[in-house]
């Protein structure tokens, strides 16, 4: 085989085995991405449960890299504490070494009825479950058959001395193994693409296994280059994450250097074949690093906090959970848009606490506190529509769908009720600027409806925080109370103003916040009613 022939075959197989792990990753997130979601929200502060969830979303990603860029964007998003985020970092270490267990299977020929079965299931059941499962299928087959190409590809390499030398030199030279094994991951940024490279390299029979764990120790440490380029210009937690993932793998390599053919000796026990041993030395690697380290998670906190220096900054009203990183994996995308709507739904909800408190015991500086978070406000409801437009329905479930539909209905109305605040707010000053002061039965009345709407669009929010379809029936019946109120409450002034009890300044400022009470109401109403039909 001519070196075009071997490069060409090469390159298609290793092509075609990058998009059937493409595939299959992203079939995976579709089918299993919400489960995925509930796990990392449900994260705790125990180092073992973060490693278990590392492992499984690590698997469930086919990819650490990915799981780490997740772990950066948790982490400026100050959803999760680092310790946390070591001990995922940590499990991911695990999940990554499934995918060089899947293609050391010698499938031989039985890749294209894989395929074929992958490939109508996906067709015939397109945009239900049995359609996922079909695309797991299908990437599953061509993982393998891109497997067999690349290891047929570079079975000519045994033909070039040049090539042999230097796969020679990786097996006697371990060090320079772990060199080039670091380098080429650096470069494609994938330690599952070096993997399935040297497996591939293994199974074409050019490479020996001290070779093969050198190369694979190497890309252990060359996959680090993606958290490290994530972590550019992140948070001080962000950038001590990807030091802790450096210093991990670097240790753990430079502790096994000296073990290699003593490991490579124990490895080639526990099968025949040359590829199912080399993934089985990336496996024992990772998870002894992994098992090791678990004690250990607060010593690495207090040594990346050492080395790398610095305070977090302090939160602003810029997003919080909208990183780009998790756009990759729309079910965690739709999961952090939902936590940054929600931190939206408060500020509106401290605007109409401090319109309250500004109007009824007539205080300026509270009613300022208004105007200054309503641009909070607003730009959170631009920056989150954004978001929600680049979230790929494709790869969402029906249920996330559906909660995908919610949030872009629910943004609006919740900038709507921020809009009616200010509104409040500038009659509030008014009422204050002309010193127009209201009676006490208009201020008892106006308090009365205040709480009302507080306490309707606060379980609105409720209801969605809690996807509570009860929550949200009591919201509606809050409703009938507000309307009721606002209609009575502008009557009784009407007898007021007749009687000369009230200031008609004043009234005309007092029914215009009544009727912005009563607005707001509405908006609660409709996220109330996305809950219910919806959710």
């Not at 125990?46 to 979303?57: D, F, L, N, P, S």
Request: glycine share 10%; charged share 20%; hydrophobic share 50%.
């Amino acid at each position: 085989m001519d070196s075009v022939a071997i490069v060409m075959s090469a390159a298609g197989g290793l092509a075609l085995f990058l998009y059937g792990l493409r595939l299959l990753s992203s079939a995976l997130k579709r089918a299993i991405g919400e489960k995925m979601r509930a796990l990392l929200e449900r994260l705790t502060g125990k180092a073992y449960r973060g490693v278990i969830v590392g492992a499984v979303t690590s698997g469930i990603l086919q990819s650490s890299s990915m799981t780490m860029v997740l772990l950066i964007g948790l982490l400026n998003a100050g959803a999760l504490k680092l310790s946390q985020g070591i001990g995922v970092m940590l499990g991911s270490e695990i999940g990554t070494t499934l995918t060089a267990q899947i293609i050391a299977f010698k499938i031989g020929h039985y890749y294209l009825p894989i395929i074929t079965i992958g490939f109508l299931m996906s067709e015939i059941f397109r945009g239900k479950k049995a359609g996922d499962v079909g695309r797991i299928v299908l990437g599953f087959g061509l993982l393998f058959l891109g497997m067999g190409i690349l290891s047929g590809g570079l079975k000519g390499l045994a033909q070039s001395a040049a090539v042999l030398g230097l796969l020679e030199s990786c097996g006697s030279n371990i060090l320079l193994g772990v060199l080039v094994g670091a380098v080429v991951t650096a470069i494609i940024q994938s330690s599952s693409a070096m993997t399935a490279l040297v497996i591939a390299l293994g199974a074409a029979g050019v490479l020996t296994l001290p070779a093969a764990i050198a190369l694979t120790l190497g890309a252990n440490i060359g996959t680090t280059i993606t958290a490290q380029i994530a972590s550019i210009g992140s948070s001080v937690s962000s950038r001590r994450l990807a030091m802790a993932q450096l210093l991990v793998n670097v240790l753990g390599v430079a502790v096994f250097l000296p073990f290699v053919s003593w490991f490579a000796r124990m490895m080639a026990l526990t099968s025949a074949s040359l590829p199912r041993q080399i993934a089985n030395a990336h496996t024992v690697f990772n998870v002894a690093v992994t098992l090791a380290l678990i004690p250990c998670v607060g010593t690495l906190v207090w040594l990346v906090e050492r080395i790398v220096r610095g305070r977090e900054a302090t939160a602003t009203a810029a997003p919080q959970f909208l990183a780009d990183e998790f756009l990759s994996t729309p079910s965690v995308a739709l999961s952090q848009a939902r936590h940054e709507l929600l931190r939206m739904a408060d500020m509106a909800d401290s605007m109409i606490g401090a319109c309250h408190t500004g109007v009824m015991e007539r205080s300026r500086s509270t009613i300022d506190e208004v105007f200054e978070t309503e641009e909070a406000v607003d730009g959170l409801k631009r920056a989150i529509e954004d978001y929600l437009d680049r979230i790929h329905g494709d790869s969402l479930s029906e249920k996330e769908e559906r909660r995908l539909h919610v949030l872009h209905h629910v943004t609006g109305d919740i900038e709507r009720v921020g809009d009616q605040a200010v509104n409040i707010a500038q009659r509030g000053l008014l009422l204050l600027r002309d010193e127009n002061n209201l009676s006490e039965t208009a201020r008892s009345d106006l308090n009365d409806l205040f709480e009302k709407t507080m306490a309707l669009y606060r379980r609105s929010i409720e209801s969605l925080r809690e996807e509570d379809r009860d929550l949200a029936r009591q919201a509606l019946g809050l409703e009938e109370d507000v309307d009721r109120l606002e209609r009575e409450y502008k009557t009784n002034h009407v007898i007021r103003l007749e009687r000369g009890d009230c200031n008609s300044a004043a009234g005309i400022l007092y029914v215009e916040i009544l009727h912005n009470l009563e607005r707001m109401g509405d908006h609660a109403v409709n996220i109330a009613g996305d809950v219910l039909h919806a959710i």
